[in-house]
DNA sequence: GAAGATTGAAGACTCAATCTTT
DNA sequence: AAAGATTGAGTCTTCAATCTTC
């Protein structure tokens, strides 16, 4: 089956109809924007070498100094288990984790940090901070806790 | 290389020191309460069996009554080409849209709805509907006006 | 049998070629 | 050469097996 243009077709977009105050917006206004931070904050760990999902094993394991099982990285990850078996997998081959075995279960892998994943860790903990800073610097103080409520409303 | 475990490691969290209205906090606050409404929005869709991208997709196909080159739906979904051809492959295995050539350019190749995609279409509209008005009656309507600005600040 | 990790398949995205048509 | 679509590789995610160890 063909097809054969038959007008201009310049697409009227149908305005919603300003509504006062955007209520159905609310969502997509939301979306939107978190969008737009989740873009700066990925550029942002670009430029040191990281993803978001490899910054946050990455501070997993920091933050505990022992070294973790796959599973309890999951766990605090919030993802499943084959999620982390390939997230390891490429931090491993980015030299940042080591994989161990645990002597206690033989079942069990832990992830340790290599000095050089400590390095990368610590570069992607400031380009947060500095995303951070940057984002609060565009709210008011005094909007802040209102803000801050309506959000955890929404989550 | 292995691990024995040598403490109990309760991994102290290391509260960050309640600030009096967390300036850090506002961009994980932001990302958190979008990633909990994004999930509910997912779900929403799932149960009349799309997606989010597939839905956006359909969305511009009913929007404008022409059929789109795969380039014209990229460009309004903001995202790559090769994405779209992905993205109507598996449209067109589920039966809600088909490619159809475009005899004025031999190049380009349209989408299109089947009646099935119309349906699905306005079925997947009716559940962002619902969601939105959840959404929205969480925040008071005081409050709107407020949240809207500093979502358009950040974003 | 249940809990560790892994593998394979799939959705959704990106980027870097590639191939055809203009 | 430039624009249309596609393919292949790679990231990040999920789910459904599978295999080993407890």
């Not at 697409?11 to 509504?19: L, R």
């Given at each position: 089956m063909n097809y054969q243009p038959t007008s201009?077709?310049?697409?009227?977009?149908?305005?919603?109809?300003?509504?006062?105050?955007g209520e159905g917006e609310t969502m997509f206004a939301l979306l939107e924007a978190a969008g737009v931070v989740q873009a700066r904050l990925d550029a942002a760990l670009a430029e040191v070498g990281l993803s978001m999902a490899k910054y946050r094993a990455l501070e997993q394991l920091a933050r505990c100094n022992e070294p973790l099982t796959l599973s309890e990285l999951a766990s605090r990850r919030q993802c499943v288990r084959s999620n982390v078996t390939q997230l390891v997998d490429r931090l491993e081959a980015d030299g940042l984790v080591r994989r161990v075995d645990d002597l206690a279960d033989r079942r069990a892998i832990r992830a340790v940090l290599t000095p050089l994943g400590v390095e990368r860790h610590a570069a992607g903990r400031e380009a947060i901070r500095r995303q951070q800073a940057e984002l609060a610097a565009r709210v008011a103080p005094a909007d802040r806790a209102l803000f801050h409520r309506v959000l955890a409303a929404l989550g």
């Open positions: 201009d077709a310049t697409d009227p977009v149908t305005e919603p109809a300003p509504t006062q105050a």
